[in-house]
């Protein structure tokens, strides 16, 4: 007994040994690794890789001569091969006064603004025709969006963070779920992984984390290719534009500028100097409407340049409330039927009205006489103010 409790003895400290030989290094590089772990990190967004060719990518200098759809603004027939292989993107990005200065909002060939909630406004940015990248903060959706969206033919891609889901008529993901659009041309980033959308802390520093959510339209366009099927066409192999109307447009004359060179209104704001009343001031030598927003100029941070427009449209629609007892109290708009509108371009104001039969439609714009108004070939801007605002210009 005594030999063997000598040889079990002798085993065990051999293996003691060898034990801490392996574990004692190891245990260094496991500290190690938890300190370089908890060091501070510069946070980065992800870097776009990929071979999807952009518009910059082509040659800028190339003829401009492809009149983009929805707009009528000239690019290159390689910029056209491009947009022609996929479909409308509309992207929610917000206007609360922290998300300022927001980011791709110049690139957009439209973009629609209403009240979300409580006087704040919000963007629908559409683009077809240009690239953006980064865009946001990227924030949820609304019945109203969905609704002008609906007119950019069959199965525009919508990207949103969420939305409002209080039952009842303001109740924008159950009208995704019966549009069918749920995780098919719907790009909700509950449902859409990283890296299509990604949190960005350092963009606007200092921020609540609501305004920090971003995307890239290469990036959604990329995974509404691949992971949905949507590309011009849909899984049926149906264009995106066949039930598609596009408004006309007209090259620019090179005329005298008119005297609406300032635009001038509020939302809920009846002084029209709060955080979210706007001013358009029209730049003469570029034609183009600069916008300042809460009395500073409104900047796109991609370009650190104002936002600049072609067209100004106020449409003016009946707002009234969901009643359906969410604190913030969500709205809704009228934006089928017919109402007013007043269209600025190069200094020019011209009084019409609108009127849209269904939410699949778009919008018809007609001056007093009846003629069908025609637009200036550039970037669109669409206000949309309750009936008995005032716009001064």
Same mark, same amino acid.
């Given at each position: ?6 040889v !079990?003895t002798?085993?065990f400290f051999?293996s ?7 574990v004692?290094?190891l ?6 690794a938890?300190?370089?772990v ?21 040659n800028?200098?190339a ?11 000239? !690019? ?10 996929r %479909?409308?993107?509309?992207?929610m990005v917000?206007n ?7 980011s ?8 629609y ?5 409580g ?6 940015a559409?683009y077809?025709?240009q690239?953006? *990248?980064?865009?946001g903060?990227?924030?949820s959706?609304?019945?109203y969006?969905?609704?002008?969206l ?6 525009p891609? !919508? ?7 209080t ?6 993901l159950?009208?995704?779920k ?5 995780l098919?041309?719907? &790009?909700?980033q509950?449902?859409?992984p990283?890296?299509y959308?990604?949190?960005?802390y350092?963009? &606007?520093?200092? %921020?609540?984390v ?7 339209t290469?990036k959604?366009w990329?995974?509404?290719a691949?992971?949905?099927?949507l ?6 192999g149906? %264009?995106?534009?066949?039930s598609f ?7 620019e004359e ?6 609406? %060179?300032?635009i001038?209104f ?6 029209r ?8 001031k &029209?730049?003469?030598?570029?034609r183009?409407?600069?916008?300042e927003?809460?009395?500073?100029p409104?900047?796109? &941070?991609n370009?650190?340049?104002p936002?600049a427009f072609?067209? +100004?449209i106020?449409l ?8 359906d ?9 009228q ?5 007013e ?9 011209e009084e019409?009205t609108w009127?849209r039969r269904e939410y ?8 007093? *006489?009846?003629?069908?108004? +025609?637009?200036e ?8 103010l ?8």
């Open positions: 007994m005594n030999k063997k409790l000598a !079990y002798f085993v051999i003691y040994i060898a034990g801490i030989s392996v004692y290094p245990g260094n590089k496991l500290k190690k938890t300190k370089d908890s060091s501070p990190i510069v946070y980065e967004p992800p870097i776009e890789k990929t071979n999807t060719t952009t518009q910059e990518d082509v800028p200098t003829p401009k001569t492809e009149p983009c759809p929805l707009n009528g603004k000239l !690019y290159s027939k390689d910029q056209r091969k491009i947009w022609e292989k %479909r409308p993107l509309g992207i917000e609360h006064k922290d998300s300022r200065p927001q791709g909002l110049q690139n957009a060939d439209i973009i603004e209403a009240v979300a909630e006087g704040i406004t919000r963007f629908l559409v077809y025709c690239d953006a *990248n980064p865009v903060p990227v924030r959706a609304r019945v969006f969905i609704q002008l609906q007119a950019y033919g069959e199965n891609l !919508y990207a949103h963070v969420g939305g409002a889901n039952p009842g008529p303001a109740d924008a159950s009208l995704i019966k549009l069918g659009w749920k098919y041309n719907d &790009l909700d509950f449902s859409v990283f890296p959308f990604w949190r960005d350092e963009r &606007l520093k200092n %921020r609540a609501e305004h920090t959510v971003y995307t890239s290469a959604l990329r995974f509404a691949q992971k949905r099927r590309t011009d066409v849909d899984k049926k149906i %264009r995106w534009d066949e109307t596009a408004w006309r447009f007209k090259d090179n005329n005298q500028l008119g005297d609406a %060179r300032e001038s509020g939302f809920w704001e009846k002084n100097t709060g955080n979210y009343s706007v001013v358009w &029209l730049n003469p030598e570029t183009l409407y600069e916008r927003n809460g009395g500073r409104h900047i796109d &941070l370009r650190k340049k936002l072609k067209t +100004i106020i003016f629609s009946k707002e009234s409330s969901a009643n007892g969410y604190p913030g109290g969500h709205l809704l708009y934006l089928k039927g017919k109402g509108a007043i269209i600025f371009s190069n200094g020019k104001a019409a009127s699949t439609d778009n919008f018809s714009f007609r001056a007093k *006489n009846g003629k069908e108004i +025609i637009f070939r550039g970037k669109i801007f669409v206000e949309i309750p009936i008995g605002n005032k716009v001064e210009y």
